[in-house]
């Protein structure tokens, strides 16, 4: 294999070491990326494909880099999820209604990239305006999981879950409002970073929910996502991170209601990565906190209510511009009385608070990051001993209560069941993801080859 | 006056200046049904504290 086929499915830390000593081409990179999403154009990870722009972008790093500029990023191919503004190059959200817009600016999360040198390498599939976690878009293809096409990448940033694992990028950029950074990231096999609510600015990101919009990495390694955060945040808890001593530190894994129902390949797996960090002295014990039963429920009032005042003139106006899923949460969406809103947000608080109260004697919560691995494409409820549960639901039912707390929140890969990835959900306090990091690289390091 | 949940959900629908067609409700009824059923958890769980703030 040529060094630089090898390099571009290195972790995004070492192909931005190998091109700032020059022991790569950016160019080449490009080019052998390119050649990659030719070949992998059926798992639908590109809405639109890097192309020129991205090469012109390569030649102009590697003539930098020739002149001994630095840069935190510089020549490094990012890709980005199709609902961050891109100055001159078109933004869909994943939807017919912004399939020809054009935006006249670049979103911060994508102008804090470019500042750092990384080139935009494409924009990536994702859920039809971030609206769920199939990443089966009606407009711009059913996006598929690279360990079996057969199976959903998940979504909503389903297209940068895709073209990190398949290598089809050093690291990509991604969104989260209920989900949809680390379920992609737990059903594929790679690092997906939700950080704590506002730690990266979301001014040009599209929005799907206001109070639960979170932008982050997703990536081959823990490390690449530290790197990528302190780009994206301007702050330092990545570099933090790597040095960050983890002994003693107390994780709580978390029991009750909440995860009875979770696959027993899965939850077999969370148990290994937690006996892993007692073993590499962490204080690991099991927690509860009640109050998780009600995150549904709220999340649900929250969203839908929160994306069809966004949706409210379109999803009047124009509803066949939908597809069907969307479409349906939109109406439903436009019935949620403002008493309903407002009941969900008291329990919001509520819930903060339960958990305010549980990291007060913990540092680290440990959970599944999602209860099944990848399903099939199309397949729409889970059997349980206790029932049925929609698909959807299953898959955010362990991640959103995340983000109506905006607790930061890491997915990292741990193992297999059934052959299929399965992600390790790392929480921490507000702010601290220094330590959710830490433990994060101590999981990847325990990880089954 | 609707009188079924199917009717109810056409009539708040037309209230909320949505253009549903019989097949749009019978399609998002189900959903509109789980819907109301996770409210109605949530008013239960929030009536205690309601009820220590009365007067």
């Not at chain 1, 991205?54 to 790093?61: C, D, I, M, Q, S």
């Not at chain 2, 037309?14 to 409210?39: C, E, H, M, Q, T």
């Amino acid at each position: 294999m040529a060094p630089v086929e090898a390099l571009a499915s290195a972790p995004l830390v070492q192909i931005a070491r190998s091109l700032s000593r020059r022991q790569a081409s950016p160019v080449e990179l490009a080019d052998t990326y390119t050649r990659r999403i030719e070949a992998a154009v059926g798992l639908r990870a590109y809405i639109t494909l890097p192309g020129e722009r991205a090469r012109r972008e390569a030649k102009r790093a590697e003539r930098r880099l020739s002149r001994g500029e630095i840069g935190t990023l510089l020549g490094v191919p990012i890709a980005v999820k199709d609902l961050f503004a891109t100055r001159a190059q078109r933004t869909t959200v994943g939807s017919r209604l912004l399939r020809d817009w054009v935006p006249s600016r670049d979103a911060d999360a994508v102008a804090r990239l470019r500042a750092a040198g990384a080139i935009v390498f494409g924009k990536t599939n994702l859920h039809e305006f971030a609206y769920g976690v199939s990443t089966a878009n009606p407009w711009w293809g059913v996006a598929r999981n690279p360990h079996d096409p057969r199976r959903s990448p998940g979504g909503s940033s389903g297209g940068s879950a895709i073209a990190v694992v398949a290598g089809l990028c050093a690291g990509a950029l991604g969104s989260d409002t209920g989900g949809s950074i680390r379920v992609p990231a737990s059903l594929c096999g790679c690092v997906g970073l939700k950080p704590t609510f506002g730690a990266i600015p979301l001014g040009g990101t599209f929005p799907l929910g206001w109070s639960l919009d979170h932008a982050g990495p997703l990536t081959r390694t823990v490390d690449d996502a530290g790197l990528l955060l302190d780009v994206l945040s301007g702050g330092d808890a990545g570099r933090r991170a790597r040095r960050a001593s983890t002994r003693g530190l107390r994780v709580g894994v978390l029991q009750g209601p909440i995860v009875q129902n979770v696959q027993p390949g899965v939850a077999r797996q969370v148990d290994a990565a937690a006996a892993a960090l007692r073993r590499r002295g962490l204080r690991v014990r099991d927690v509860q906190i009640p109050e998780m039963e009600w995150t549904v429920a709220t999340q649900l009032v929250t969203l839908r209510a929160e994306a069809s005042a966004l949706h409210a003139r379109w999803i009047r106006s124009r509803p066949s511009a939908y597809g069907a899923d969307v479409r349906a949460r939109l109406q439903l969406g436009a019935l949620v009385g403002g008493a309903d809103y407002v009941l969900a947000q008291r329990m919001r608080d509520r819930i903060r608070a339960a958990m305010s109260r549980v990291f007060r004697e913990i540092d680290i919560l440990l959970l599944p990051t999602t209860p099944i691995t990848a399903p099939v494409v199309g397949e729409r409820t889970v059997r349980w001993r206790s029932g049925e549960e929609p698909v959807d639901g299953a898959l955010v039912r362990l991640t959103a209560p995340f983000n109506l707390t905006g607790l930061p929140a890491l997915s990292v890969p741990f193992g297999a069941a059934a052959g299929l990835p399965v992600g390790v959900q790392v929480v921490g306090q507000w702010n601290d993801e220094a330590r959710v990091l830490a433990v994060g690289r101590l999981i990847e390091e325990e990880a089954p080859p | 006056m609707p009188v079924t949940e199917r009717e109810r959900l056409a009539a708040a629908g037309r209230a909320a200046g949505l253009r549903l067609s019989a097949d749009d409700v019978a399609a998002l009824l189900p959903a509109w049904k789980r819907y109301l059923a996770l409210v109605e958890q949530l008013r239960a769980a929030a009536a205690p504290e309601d009820a220590d703030g009365a007067g």
